[in-house]
């Protein structure tokens, strides 16, 4: 099987001034087709600068980066935005969805810069699947400003799956959200993990990164610890858990 | 990327800042109006003077007695006496190309019907005049040769004079009073409307030349010869005919100036037009120059939305737009903008006109002399296709300058950075 992520002694150096700062210094890896893989580290061991070399918004300065058997670390501007609209899906911290936009546009946005022109209606067939994948096709001409946190994200998700990506990167999807609704958002990338798509997380929370089946721990822009999550948790089970918990408390009052 | 859905997302970029839109296209709005309704109103003024100078007469020659130089000093139209019926004669007859030559007089008089008076300017002419000036009889006949041998107490009258003082009709054959003279009423001209100059050509009354210097004016030379030629073509060669003819015959030298005054009616025309253009070039200027800074004002807003927007902008990169993706999109929106001002503008520009004359009206404003108010109220105005299909495409261009530059700022924006921005 053809590794999805493969890299090669991948380095990120800024120029900051006088100062040369190493963020990544050499990180070597594979990622295959359904791993659910999770990226940690401390703020400043480099995960953020390797989230954006993986993402294509940002080219390594040594190495080798293959996406999908592509070079893509030699690729221009144009050529990068092409892939990131093709193979990758983007789900932010912040949602980062158009606001005073629906969820359906939002959800279609990405086609809309599809370099094969898609119809208007499949356009919005696919969205509203990609939503209902999500459980939000009930809310689709809902705006983000009238959708919690936890469905906000859901509509990032519906829109990261909309092109229907080879790898979806996740920036600290649940840092935002409160630890129930972290829980169902683990929740739907563990169900498309089951279906089969890649899913990259970073994240600095150990618990969230223990839904996930692969934890890559970096420190000083190197990859410290490669190894696969051993006490799983489902998504579902600890939703059911809290629940009890909670009634627990309601009664314990 | 569709250019429909790009143009959808302008018009909703637009609208979630209403009034800052409606600013922003205030300027564009105003300034193709102000195109639109200054070219109107240049055209307008020239079909009006051509229409005016045309009603003058075909193929007209006037000499003017005068302009001699006093000191240093020159008279103006007829301030002189130096033309006479002798001068008018020999063009007649040692010319060739003339068709008809009318010697005139003019004078003021007050002039009484019955219990009706009016003071009016009298013309003597000849009988020819009406041929020159491609004039026709309403009622009634022009008088004949014989009056003007005879010293006729006879006239016609022009359509205001025998409004004035037959105000129920009947003037042909009635006696009216010039200077208390007894004059009888042979006809009544067509109305011709004003003249050139602006005044009503049809407030005179029209007697035989002979009669007019003789019992009215009191003169022995004339104020001016009209004279028409018998081709437009031959205009030229025929004034240059008369100017040499009344040179040698008042004697005048090689070097001196004449003691004349010789127009033809395409001169005047082309001045008057010369003029028109002048001044509706002059004021299309000053309107260009507020598209100018209507387009600054949407560059200004632009850079404010690119800076404003730098979020969605960084949203958009991240799902694969290209950079010129993100400067299509914010050069559509700087057009939208400027091209619906620029259809605003033409709505008001067209209909500037009858706002004017609307607010004019209800205010009474009239009565003020402001030529400008009451010119865009009252001037003729022709507003052309041409000029409309222009104002909306410069409208549009200027939609494209404003909008290039924060559009292609917007799209060299890094991705990494604009997801960042707060």
């Known amino acids: 099987m053809k590794p999805v992520i493969k890299l090669e002694n991948v380095q990120k150096t800024y120029q900051t001034g006088e100062v040369e700062v190493k963020a990544v210094r050499g990180v070597s890896l594979e990622i295959f087709p359904g791993e659910f893989v999770a990226l940690m580290g401390a703020s400043g061991s480099g995960k953020s600068t390797m989230m954006n070399t993986l993402g294509c918004l940002d080219r390594p300065t040594g190495g080798k980066y293959y996406l999908d058997d592509i070079d893509v670390s030699q690729l221009d501007r144009d050529e990068l935005a092409d892939i990131r609209n093709q193979k990758i899906g983007f789900v932010f911290q912040g949602f980062n969805l158009l606001s005073r936009t629906s969820a359906l546009e939002n959800v279609e946005l990405p086609m809309l810069y599809a370099r094969q022109r898609i119809e208007g209606s499949s356009q919005r067939e696919r969205a509203l699947k990609a939503l209902d994948i999500v459980g939000l096709s009930q809310r689709s001409e809902h705006t983000p400003n009238q959708l919690s946190g936890g469905q906000q994200q859901r509509v990032a998700i519906a829109r990261a799956l909309s092109n229907q990506p080879t790898l979806l990167l996740a920036d600290e999807p649940t840092g935002n959200l409160d630890s129930q609704t972290s829980i169902e958002i683990m929740g739907v990338f563990q169900k498309l993990n089951e279906q089969g798509i890649t899913i990259v997380m970073v994240t600095h929370e150990l618990d969230i990164a223990q839904y996930t089946r692969r934890m890559i721990v970096m420190r000083d822009g190197l990859v410290v610890s490669d190894s696969p999550v051993t006490n799983r948790l489902s998504a579902e089970v600890e939703s059911q858990k809290l629940k009890q918990e909670q009634t627990a408390a309601n009664l314990a009052r | ?422």
Not at chain 2, 27 to 56: E, H, N, P
Not at chain 2, 195 to 216: E, N
Not at chain 2, 326 to 352: C, P
Not at chain 2, 402 to 407: L, Q, T, V
């Open chain 2, 1 to 422: 990327m569709r250019y429909l859905a790009v143009i959808k997302i302008a018009f909703r970029a637009l609208r979630r800042n209403k009034l800052r839109t409606v600013l922003t296209m205030l300027g564009i709005i105003f300034g193709v109006g102000a195109v639109i309704a200054v070219v109107a109103l240049g055209r307008g003024a020239k079909v009006q003077v051509q229409a005016r100078i045309a009603s003058l007469g075909q193929n007209l020659i006037q000499i003017f007695s005068g302009s001699v130089n006093r000191g240093g000093v020159f008279t103006g139209f007829g301030g002189a006496g130096t033309l006479t019926v002798e001068d008018a004669d020999a063009i007649q007859n040692e010319v060739p190309g003339v068709q008809a030559v009318s010697p005139e007089v003019r004078t003021g008089a007050q002039i009484a019907a019955g219990e009706n008076n009016w003071s009016t300017q009298v013309m003597g002419e000849d009988v020819d005049y009406l041929v020159i000036r491609d004039w026709d009889m309403a009622e009634g006949n022009m008088f004949t040769d014989s009056d003007v041998r005879t010293t006729a107490k006879v006239c016609v009258l022009g359509k205001t004079t025998a409004n004035q003082l037959f105000p129920d009709g009947g003037a042909v054959g009635q006696i009216i009073r010039i200077k208390n003279v007894p004059v009888k009423v042979l006809g009544v001209l067509w109305p011709k409307g004003s003249s050139a100059f602006g005044q009503d050509q049809d407030d005179t009354v029209i007697v035989p030349y002979t009669t007019g210097m003789k019992r009215f004016a009191g003169v022995t030379m004339l104020r001016s010869i009209n004279v028409s030629a018998a081709n437009a073509s031959d205009l030229t060669d025929v004034q240059n005919a008369i100017t040499d003819l009344l040179r040698q015959r008042h004697r005048i030298q090689p070097g001196h100036d004449d003691d004349f005054i010789i127009r033809n009616q395409q001169d005047l025309a082309e001045t008057q037009s010369a003029t028109a253009d002048t001044l509706t070039g002059l004021l299309v200027g000053v309107a260009a120059i507020s598209l100018i800074v209507g387009g600054i004002g949407i560059m200004n807003i632009m850079l404010v939305s690119v800076t404003e927007r730098t979020r969605e902008i960084g949203i958009r990169m991240a799902v694969g737009a290209r950079g010129r993706d993100i400067r299509l999109q914010f050069l559509i929106e700087a057009v939208t903008l400027s091209s619906i001002g620029g259809f605003l503008g033409i709505l008001l520009g067209i209909n500037l006109h009858s706002i004017m004359s609307f607010v004019v009206k209800a205010l009474g404003w009239m009565n003020i002399h402001n030529a400008v108010l009451t010119t865009f109220a009252t001037g003729p105005t022709l507003v052309s296709v041409s000029i409309i299909v222009i104002a909306f495409m410069s409208s549009a261009v200027v939609g494209v300058i404003a909008g290039f530059y924060p559009a292609w700022k917007a799209s060299q924006l890094d991705p990494i950075e604009a997801l960042r921005y707060e």
